[in-house]
């Protein structure tokens, strides 16, 4: 699976926007970009995946560049609720496919 | 409906000790995932299991490390004379067969293994 990178922390005020940038130069063809998310004291939590196109679900979006060697996690109105570790992770489909975690980004989102 | 379930949630063990540590998936899920998590560090895959199949076992650290889900539903990870550096988050997760892309991982809250 592709390497990522991802910066080790970032803050957000409340109610703001929050940018989690993730470079996946390597990445294949066949592969996905996952974000799951950490709160601590927790097991990893999924929130969004993608290909190629963007996507949005109730908790984020998600935007691929065109080459495919980056994307950014956008949480729209970030909440103290939201304060946890953020994982970038690329991989191949399928049910026996292992998740390839980094040590990802601390997002502390404050008053 | 319920998550995935671990226990115990904590276990402190003196060096040498062997310990179980137990993981009961969502109903139904076929897939499932034994990951370490290290202090400070993302979780690291340990384990895959098909129903009953181990299917990789490319991450267990050494042979001290054995998993087993004999009736495809609860598994468990045992560690035999454990080490200091065994001391972790031991986190199971559990996947539906499913071949959208969309296969995501559900994991348990971890059981914090110490080892004095």
């Known amino acids: 699976d592709a390497k990522t990178t991802q910066p080790p922390s970032m803050d957000c005020a409340e109610g703001r926007a929050a940018n989690l940038p993730c470079n996946h130069s390597t990445i294949s063809g066949n592969e996905y970009v996952y974000w799951y998310r950490q709160i601590h004291s927790q097991g990893p939590q999924y929130i969004i995946h993608?290909?190629?196109n963007n996507e949005t679900n109730e908790m984020a979006s998600l935007i691929i560049t065109e080459d495919r060697k980056s994307s950014t996690l956008i949480l729209p109105h970030a909440t103290l609720r939201d304060t946890a570790v953020y994982y970038c992770?690329?991989?191949?489909?399928?049910?026996?496919?292992?998740?390839?975690f980094g040590t990802g980004t601390q997002l502390k989102v404050e008053l | 409906g319920a998550g995935v379930s671990q226990s115990p949630r904590y276990k402190v063990a003196k060096r040498g000790q062997d310990v179980a540590l137990r993981c009961d998936p969502i109903s139904g899920h076929v897939s499932l995932f034994w990951y370490q998590q290290a202090l400070g560090q993302g979780p690291e895959f340990l384990t895959y299991?098909?129903?009953?199949?181990?299917?990789?076992k490319s991450g267990l650290p050494s042979d001290r490390f054995f998993a087993e889900r004999p009736e495809g539903s609860v598994s468990t990870l045992k560690i035999q004379r454990t080490q200091q550096e065994d001391s972790a988050v031991y986190l199971c997760a559990s996947s539906p067969r499913t071949s959208r892309p969309s296969n995501e991982q559900f994991f348990g809250p971890g059981t914090r293994l110490t080892v004095l």
């Open positions: 992770i690329v991989r191949a489909t399928g049910g026996g496919n292992k998740l390839t």
């Open positions: 299991f098909q129903n009953e199949a181990q299917l990789d």
């Open positions: 993608g290909l190629k």
